[in-house]
């Protein structure tokens, strides 16, 4: 069996404060009542680390494989016992007696004990929930809050921490909302905040607005989506582009100056032999990406992600060299939070940002990678959380840490991600009057 300490190891060299002393994983609800993964980590010291791992209905194919039973007779097949299992049976013994601290060996174990490619065989969501959990229990024998932890270098390198600008659902279509709408999201960017708690501020204020708006249009009694936006029945995708302007008027701010608008396509959904098939649609990839340049002409659009679907790397090329220099323009599915796909894309010169998702790889020194990864190569991450979420708001530190400069969480409504606007709010506080925070810098800039 693998161990992480070398046999030869001097016991000594691991401090209490920092030895595995158990791992514990168990089966919980998200936020769509699906089952999950949650870790605990113990420390001889007394230092503790949970995690609960995120899961997506949304998904790129590309993506790390979440394990799931797939016994029928249980949560309609999609229960977790085998994942929690192979966390308790298989990866406890391995990591029991090594230094929590020591993030980026944990993760390479994880990996070898994998043993596969797209970590189908233990399953990411049984990786993901050791090595997060590992990290808030580092965090907590270091004394230190996980943000200031990560950015101290406590998962390898070290960071400049800041606040990031948050991008906000507003109207939620795709499968986040039962396919409403083609399009996935419709989100606010509050561009012309000047502190993060300001942002947070305009965005509900918007969002209230909206309300009124859609009642006013006499969209009555609308629900909200998967991840808190609303699901209105509206005619098309403008529509609620339209609606989300009128929003961020009647909240009193200016639309391009106060606040702006961000697309989800997830194009993917509605990509079939190689031609884009919204409702009452048939387009090519040069069509689509003509749609989105007019829409970036006619509304103060400045961010869309999956514009084409995850495959088409020449639909992306056309979409890149028509919008690249002044929208932001991030790979999802495209890049699945995957360094070799990422690396790809850069070479191709497609894309300027990535949307970054723990879960999508598997472990958190693989994040961490794919975030050093787009910097270098001066595309923008952008820390997301997924439709199917929970209480844990690993990913508020993470942007934090890692000076990401924005983060996708959802709506401002919905405990799950309310968590994480929240968290972020304490960490502002804890960093001081102040507090570093990234707003909006145009692309031409």
């Given at each position: 069996?693998?161990?992480?300490?070398?046999?030869?190891?001097?016991?000594?060299?691991?401090?209490?404060?920092?030895?595995?002393?158990?791992?514990?994983?168990?089966?919980?609800?998200?936020?769509?009542?699906?089952?999950?993964?949650?870790?605990?980590?113990?420390?001889?010291?007394?230092?503790?680390?949970?995690?609960?791992?995120?899961?997506?209905?949304?998904?790129?194919?590309?993506?790390?494989?979440?394990?799931?039973?797939?016994d029928?007779?249980?949560?309609?097949?999609?229960?977790?016992?085998?994942?929690?299992?192979?966390?308790?049976?298989?990866?406890?013994?391995?990591?029991?007696?090594?230094?929590?601290?020591?993030?980026e060996?944990?993760?390479?174990?994880?990996?070898?004990?994998?043993?596969?490619?797209?970590?189908?065989?233990?399953?990411?969501?049984?990786?993901?929930?050791?090595?997060l959990?590992c990290?808030?229990?580092?965090?907590?024998?270091?004394?230190?809050?996980?943000?200031?932890?990560?950015?101290?270098?406590?998962?390898?390198?070290?960071?400049?921490?800041?606040?990031?600008?948050?991008?906000?659902?507003?109207i939620?279509?795709?499968?986040?909302?039962g396919?409403?709408?083609?399009?996935?999201?419709f989100?606010?960017?509050?561009?012309?905040?000047?502190?993060?708690?300001?942002?947070?501020?305009?965005?509900?204020?918007?969002?209230?607005?909206?309300?009124?708006?859609?009642?006013?249009?006499?969209?009555?009694?609308?629900?909200?989506?998967?991840?808190?936006?609303?699901?209105?029945?509206?005619?098309?995708?403008?529509?609620?582009?339209?609606?989300?302007?009128?929003a961020?008027?009647?909240?009193?701010?200016?639309?391009?100056?106060?606040?702006?608008?961000?697309?989800?396509?997830a194009s993917?959904?509605?990509?079939?032999?190689?031609?884009?098939?919204?409702?009452?649609?048939?387009?090519?990839?040069?069509?689509?990406?003509?749609?989105?340049?007019?829409?970036?002409?006619?509304?103060?659009?400045?961010?869309v992600?999956?514009?084409?679907?995850?495959?088409?790397?020449?639909?992306?090329?056309?979409?890149?060299?028509?919008?690249?220099?002044?929208?932001?323009?991030?790979?999802?599915?495209?890049?699945?939070?995957?360094?070799?796909?990422?690396?790809?894309?850069?070479a191709?010169?497609?894309?300027?940002?990535?949307l970054?998702?723990v879960?999508?790889?598997?472990?958190?020194?693989?994040?961490?990678?794919?975030?050093?990864?787009?910097?270098?190569?001066?595309?923008?991450?952008?820390?997301?959380?997924?439709?199917?979420?929970?209480?844990?708001s690993?990913?508020?530190?993470?942007?934090?840490?890692?000076?990401?400069?924005?983060?996708?969480?959802?709506?401002?409504?919905?405990?799950e991600?309310?968590?994480?606007?929240?968290?972020?709010?304490?960490?502002?506080?804890?960093?001081?009057?102040?507090?570093?925070?990234?707003?909006?810098?145009?692309?031409?800039?």
């Amino acid at each position: 069996m693998l161990t992480l300490r070398p046999p030869d190891s001097p016991r000594s060299l691991v401090t209490a404060a920092a030895e595995i002393l158990r791992i514990h994983a168990r089966e919980v609800l998200d936020s769509r009542g699906n089952p999950t993964v949650e870790v605990d980590v113990h420390c001889k010291g007394g230092a503790r680390g949970r995690a609960i791992v995120p899961s997506g209905a949304s998904t790129g194919r590309h993506e790390a494989v979440e394990l799931r039973d797939g016994d029928a007779a249980r949560y309609g097949g999609k229960g977790v016992r085998k994942a929690v299992a192979h966390v308790n049976d298989q990866i406890a013994p391995s990591l029991l007696g090594g230094d929590v601290a020591e993030q980026e060996r944990i993760d390479r174990l994880l990996c070898e004990l994998d043993g596969t490619a797209d970590k189908s065989r233990l399953g990411a969501n049984a990786l993901l929930g050791v090595s997060l959990a590992c990290a808030h229990a580092a965090a907590a024998a270091s004394g230190k809050p996980l943000w200031r932890h990560l950015a101290d270098g406590g998962a390898g390198p070290t960071f400049e921490p800041c606040l990031p600008l948050p991008m906000v659902n507003l109207i939620s279509g795709g499968l986040h909302a039962g396919g409403n709408l083609d399009f996935q999201d419709f989100l606010l960017l509050p561009i012309g905040a000047r502190s993060y708690a300001e942002s947070l501020e305009m965005t509900v204020a918007v969002y209230r607005a909206l309300a009124r708006v859609l009642t006013r249009h006499g969209f009555e009694g609308v629900l909200v989506g998967d991840e808190g936006g609303f699901g209105p029945k509206l005619h098309d995708n403008e529509q609620a582009v339209r609606l989300c302007v009128e929003a961020i008027r009647a909240a009193g701010l200016t639309p391009g100056r106060d606040a702006a608008l961000a697309l989800d396509v997830a194009s993917s959904h509605f990509h079939r032999e190689g031609r884009y098939r919204p409702k009452g649609a048939d387009f090519s990839a040069g069509d689509m990406a003509a749609l989105l340049k007019r829409w970036a002409d006619d509304y103060p659009i400045l961010s869309v992600e999956d514009g084409m679907a995850e495959d088409d790397w020449d639909g992306w090329k056309t979409l890149t060299a028509e919008l690249g220099r002044r929208v932001q323009l991030i790979g999802d599915d495209l890049f699945v939070t995957n360094p070799e796909r990422l690396q790809r894309g850069i070479a191709s010169g497609v894309a300027n940002a990535v949307l970054v998702k723990v879960n999508q790889v598997g472990t958190l020194t693989e994040t961490l990678r794919v975030i050093a990864l787009a910097r270098a190569a001066g595309y923008r991450p952008v820390i997301s959380a997924r439709s199917g979420e929970t209480e844990d708001s690993t990913i508020a530190d993470l942007a934090v840490a890692t000076g990401a400069g924005q983060i996708k969480i959802g709506s401002v409504a919905r405990g799950e991600r309310l968590a994480k606007y929240n968290q972020l709010l304490r960490i502002e506080e804890e960093m001081g009057p102040g507090a570093p925070f990234a707003r909006w810098r145009p692309l031409d800039a």
